[in-house]
């Protein structure tokens, strides 16, 4: 039995070909490229009405490739292999006098994409130098009367989301007592507070992840002191549900705040870490004890959300589309703690999510979904026979074959490991999915989100 239960469009298919449907392939392909020669060529495509990003958290080409082995089969392909536009991006930040800094954490690579400039790591939409907010695509959107949202299995004042909905120094000043780093950004010195409080002050129509306990924390400072920011979100109009079925029940007209964990969400998997000098071979075991019943999956977050967004649109005046951002934050959680069967199941679980939003753009045209990772990670695919330096260990696939993963930035587990600095995948279907072609960089992300939207 499959450990990810896909369709049959995404498994491999071995094909034999008659002389015939050969050359009737090659002519199709044949029609395919010139028009997508002729659309490259000045015929501008239409605006996207809507806009749906997913990130995979620390995403790269072994992440993916890994996932891929395990659960369809390395000739498989998975959800998110199926784009019609393919490239990667370069993913490096800078220091304070733009500099370049080789290998990006997540602040600073979110804060890229979302406000189309490099800043230091560790920085939530700041300028590098002089620490200047910048604005962002979702504060764009919000602007121009777009519905928005964003989606995590990591908290929601964790680098990523954050990025799109807040402002500070450091990316650790999450909620109203964790602004020890940044004394500038409190409310008392004139700055925007904790991320937790801009987040949910922006009143974006849908925030769900973890976090809680962020949520929980009291104001200090300002007009809702001696409220907690769970507080401050119901006095302007969130409703606050904290599993699955709160998720099912609630409907458009007003905001949602899913907080489903108190820290980062469980994840779906689990098995044994690696360690020096490898594990046994094992199978994954697609469960986890510690992730509580009624937990949503992203998947069902990445639905709800769109269905909650797409009815906020479609109720306006105008009927306006929406920008939704998905972020599948523990593929990098996981990578960090060498768990090849936590970061499977993670890659899985954000393709589902992935297979939400295509399925959603099939049927409206009108919408460009893109996916992506911030930054690479150091899971490597090694031979079987392999004695790596590292920590490793090794697999049996669902085709019943070996994979020995290596990872290979630090020796020990306590220290975690690294990113590193590699160009990574960035695929696209939808107005305007040609822009990810080639080789560009996650600045030129945010132009191609505002241009396909029309946001100024």
Not at 140 to 148: H, M
């Amino acid at each position: 039995m499959r450990a990810t239960a896909l369709p049959p469009r995404v498994f491999r298919h071995r094909l034999t070909w008659s002389a015939g449907a050969l050359a009737a392939a090659v002519a199709a392909t044949t029609v395919v490229s010139t028009a997508t020669a002729d659309a490259g060529a000045g015929h501008r495509p239409r605006s996207a009405k809507s806009v749906i990003l997913l990130i995979g958290d620390g995403m790269g080409d072994s992440e993916i490739t890994l996932a891929r082995d395990y659960t369809v089969g390395a000739g498989g392909r998975l959800h998110m292999d199926g784009f019609p536009q393919t490239g990667t991006y370069t993913t490096y930040s800078v220091d304070r006098h733009g500099r370049p800094d080789y290998v990006t954490d997540s602040a600073a690579s979110a804060t890229a994409w979302a406000t189309g400039h490099k800043t230091v790591n560790y920085r939530i939409s700041k300028t590098p130098d002089t620490d200047r907010p910048l604005p962002t695509i979702l504060e764009l959107a919000r602007r121009q009367g777009l519905a928005t949202g964003s989606v995590t299995t990591a908290e929601l004042t964790d680098a990523t989301p954050a990025a799109m909905a807040a402002h500070v120094g450091d990316r650790d000043c999450q909620g109203p007592a964790d602004m020890e780093g940044c004394p500038r950004d409190t409310l008392a010195r004139g700055g925007l507070g904790s991320i937790a409080e801009q987040s949910v002050r922006l009143r974006p129509d849908v925030l769900l992840g973890g976090g809680r306990q962020r949520f929980d924390q009291k104001i200090t400072e300002g007009p809702y002191q001696g409220l907690t920011v769970a507080q401050q979100a119901e006095k302007l109009g969130y409703r606050i549900v904290t599993d699955a079925r709160g998720l099912r029940a609630a409907g458009p007209g007003q905001p949602v705040l899913g907080l489903f964990a108190p820290g980062a969400v469980p994840v779906e998997w689990t098995g044994r870490p690696a360690v020096a000098g490898g594990t046994e071979a094992q199978r994954c075991v697609t469960a986890n004890p510690r992730r509580p019943a009624g937990t949503p999956t992203l998947e069902a977050q990445t639905r709800k959300a769109i269905e909650l967004l797409e009815a906020k649109a479609q109720a306006g005046k105008d009927r306006k589309g929406f920008f939704l951002q998905v972020e599948g934050a523990s593929i990098d959680k996981q990578d960090h703690e060498a768990d090849p069967c936590g970061q499977i199941g993670e890659t899985a679980a954000f393709d589902r999510a992935v297979e939400v939003a295509r399925d959603y753009a099939e049927r409206h045209p009108d919408t460009l979904v893109i996916t992506t990772a911030d930054h690479g990670h150091s899971s490597q695919i090694v031979p079987v026979d392999a004695e790596p330096m590292g920590l490793s260990a090794t697999l049996v696939t669902d085709e019943g074959s070996r994979i020995k993963v290596s990872y290979g930035t630090t020796t020990t587990p306590e220290d975690g490991q690294e990113h590193t600095g590699t160009q990574v995948r960035i695929a696209a279907q939808g107005p305007f999915a040609e822009r990810v072609r080639g080789v560009t960089d996650q600045t030129e992300l945010f132009t191609t989100i505002t241009r396909a939207l029309g946001l100024r």
